[in-house]
């Protein structure tokens, strides 16, 4: 911050003759208590209705590069407009629509910055930034972001890190997403035309050392003492720990052979843990 004036701070932003935007205007309203010039704050970076750059300590619901599933509030001559958290609506061009935009619909669309206006705008031509093939950019079993696009006949549609379509076939989900969600998952499969398989879990050994891992977190939590059983229902389990009935039972199973918990009827156990002070 650089400047206080009686409709805000101006910040800096950088030597125009560098490549800067000047000195940014950030408007009162958005001004947190307490700030003066000398101070650093984290801000968003805008042109407004006038086409000035302006700053903001709102979060909008997209940044550019990035997926969102956003509802149109109002549609004119230039094109459709979204509410992405704003005080000004993100404009999605006629040219970028795909299809026909309406008022009162949320649609995926992806923010970018037009050259030509040096404005962030959005487009619905999804494959026009997305890869439908790895090209050899990931690895089975790699983590990966996940963003719920839409709903097919096999499973749901998924853009992988920004960047490349997935798919999270109906029998990998016990829950099934929604639109517009954010996951993390893996890659399980690149099949040989390049098309990837997703997955919600590890695979094998893997996937069951961390339900392990969330089983013994949830008893260390609840004082070594969690009353499940084989007669829990599957949604109460989901419910405490996250995990399908299955995978906790395995989960169970591995720190029963492990000599680590004890199983009664009214739940299981945690034996307690050597005191590693004492020798």
């Given at each position: 911050m650089v400047k206080e004036v009686d409709f805000g701070l101006y910040l800096d932003g950088g030597?125009?003759?560098?490549g800067g935007w000047g000195e940014?205007?950030?408007?009162?309203?958005?001004?947190?208590?307490?700030?003066?010039?000398?101070?650093e704050i984290e801000v968003f970076i805008y042109r407004d209705s006038e086409d000035?750059?302006?700053?903001?300590?709102?979060?909008?619901?997209?940044?550019?590069g990035e997926f969102a599933n956003l509802k149109v509030v109002s549609v004119n001559h230039h094109g459709a407009f979204l509410d992405w958290g704003l005080m000004k609506d993100l404009l999605v061009p006629y040219a970028e629509q795909k299809p026909k935009m309406e008022e009162g619909k949320r649609y995926v669309v992806r923010a970018y910055l037009d050259e030509d206006s040096n404005r962030i705008v959005a487009s619905a031509r999804l494959n026009d930034f997305l890869y439908d093939e790895s090209e050899g950019d990931f690895d089975v079993g790699e983590a990966v972001d996940m963003f719920v696009a839409n709903k097919t006949e096999l499973g749901y549609?998924?853009?992988?890190?920004?960047?490349?379509?997935?798919?999270?076939?109906?029998?990998?989900v016990v829950t099934p997403p929604r639109r517009g969600e954010h996951l993390k998952g893996f890659i399980k499969n690149i099949r040989e035309d390049g098309k990837i398989d997703l997955t919600l879990h590890k695979r094998g050994?893997?996937?069951?050392?961390?339900?392990?891992?969330?089983?013994?977190?949830?008893?260390?939590?609840?004082?070594?003492?969690?009353?499940?059983?084989?007669?829990?229902?599957p949604d109460e389990i989901m419910?405490?720990?996250?995990?399908?009935?299955?995978?906790?039972?395995?989960?169970?199973?591995?720190l029963f052979k492990r000599k680590m918990i004890t199983i009664a009827d009214d739940g299981i156990r945690l034996v307690e843990e050597p005191d590693s002070t004492k020798s």
């Amino acid at each position: 911050m650089v400047k206080e004036v009686d409709f805000g701070l101006y910040l800096d932003g950088g030597d125009v003759d560098d490549g800067g935007w000047g000195e940014i205007l950030l408007p009162a309203r958005y001004v947190p208590a307490g700030c003066v010039p000398g101070d650093e704050i984290e801000v968003f970076i805008y042109r407004d209705s006038e086409d000035r750059i302006i700053a903001t300590t709102e979060k909008p619901y997209v940044m550019v590069g990035e997926f969102a599933n956003l509802k149109v509030v109002s549609v004119n001559h230039h094109g459709a407009f979204l509410d992405w958290g704003l005080m000004k609506d993100l404009l999605v061009p006629y040219a970028e629509q795909k299809p026909k935009m309406e008022e009162g619909k949320r649609y995926v669309v992806r923010a970018y910055l037009d050259e030509d206006s040096n404005r962030i705008v959005a487009s619905a031509r999804l494959n026009d930034f997305l890869y439908d093939e790895s090209e050899g950019d990931f690895d089975v079993g790699e983590a990966v972001d996940m963003f719920v696009a839409n709903k097919t006949e096999l499973g749901y549609k998924i853009i992988i890190n920004n960047s490349h379509w997935g798919l999270l076939h109906f029998h990998e989900v016990v829950t099934p997403p929604r639109r517009g969600e954010h996951l993390k998952g893996f890659i399980k499969n690149i099949r040989e035309d390049g098309k990837i398989d997703l997955t919600l879990h590890k695979r094998g050994r893997d996937k069951t050392d961390d339900a392990v891992d969330i089983v013994l977190k949830a008893l260390r939590k609840q004082d070594g003492f969690v009353a499940t059983s084989d007669k829990t229902p599957p949604d109460e389990i989901m419910d405490l720990f996250g995990l399908s009935k299955g995978m906790y039972k395995k989960a169970v199973g591995s720190l029963f052979k492990r000599k680590m918990i004890t199983i009664a009827d009214d739940g299981i156990r945690l034996v307690e843990e050597p005191d590693s002070t004492k020798s």
